[in-house]
């Protein structure tokens, strides 16, 4: 298989020194390099869902991350992609038995996309694009930052889409008895559009911010100009 | 619950919708739907590839029951996936060289696409027999391979109308599937 097998899309460029935040905020899984959609979509029509999701994948993450990177040196290149699968199915298949062990209700919310953790495509990359090259502590540090960041994501969506579509957040209702739910962003359609509306949020802050840089940067070589002239 | 196969098969095409309604193989439907031509080319693939390792499963299914080892299901079927995407790859590449290069990068896509490997647990969950699971498997591939089509039929449209530079990319096209997705909702109650 080629490299390009690992990642539904192109892999984030090499992480600076703190993986931990790195994964957290710069290279969001889901809000930055938009991948793992299939959980973030269908497990956030509830908070409490969202956040059961998000730490069964940090475990994953972690976990598989750990590994991998112990491994990394005895396993030959042309296996490396089978064997990478099969210790995130055993992850996963740990988690199956885990989330079960922990609530029943909470396995049946979440259902068929525990096992389906395996195609989750923010492991494969993570181990294919850190986690093989990478030392065990900052792979494992990687990995857990990487996973807080999906959960993030996941309980940013989760709110919206139950704090709108059933007027609760938690199982609180928020806005009292007269509150008419928006029962659309429960519904399928709900999913897409509360991620098409983070994902444009989260690009006008970064289009400020990057203007805000500019602006400065030119600021200051006009004063380092003006100096240059007066000089 | 009606198990029909016409039934099965309508459900899994259009009322729960493997895209749409059941968010399964996301990854490529966001990633894949820029041009038609490779959009059905991958559905196509995706269909062949979800058929065989579905009736494979069935029967490592059965096998892992007899020997009381279900918790190797997981592993089992993610083999059953990587060996059925290689054995597609290969299939292809002897067939035509043309198609492969056109396919080339995504073939060995499909193994981590959760589309296929949901199939295998669906049909667990429901108790398919081989028959049921066969249909199953043809449908809900055909429901992707559908989805797939009409999302880059859109998107090649949107490619010459004037959008905000902001919502350019992965937020205009998830408007587009919560449209397709709303859509698809006008099927719900269909045969039942």
Known sequence: MSDNAVSCHTPAPAAPDNPFLNGLWKQNPVFVQVLGMCPTLAITNSVRNAIAMGLATTFVLTGSNCVISMIRKMVPKQVRIATFIAVIATMVTVVDYLVKAISIPVYKALGAYIPLIVANCIILERAEAYAARKPVVKSTLDGLGMGLGFAFALTCLGTVREVLGAGTFLGFSVFGPNFEPWVLFLLPP??????????????????RKAKRTLAAAKAQSETTE????HA | MNDSLGHIFIDALLINNFVLCVFLGMCSFLGLSQKFSTAWRMGVSVMFVITVSGVLSYGAHNLLAALHVEYLRIIVYIIIIASTVQLTEMFIKKTSPALFRELGVYLPLITTNCAVLAVPLFQDARGYNLVQSTVFAIAASGGYCLALMLLSLIRERTYLSDVPSLARGTALTL??????????MGFAGMGS
Do not use: C, D, K, N
Request: aromatic residues 12%.
């Open chain 1, 190 to 207: 709900g999913g897409f559009i509360s991620l098409a509306i983070w994902l444009l949020t989260f690009a006008t802050v970064r289009e």
């Open chain 1, 226 to 229: 003006q100096v240059a002239v």
């Open chain 2, 175 to 184: 408007v587009l599937a919560a449209i397709l997705s709303m859509t698809f």
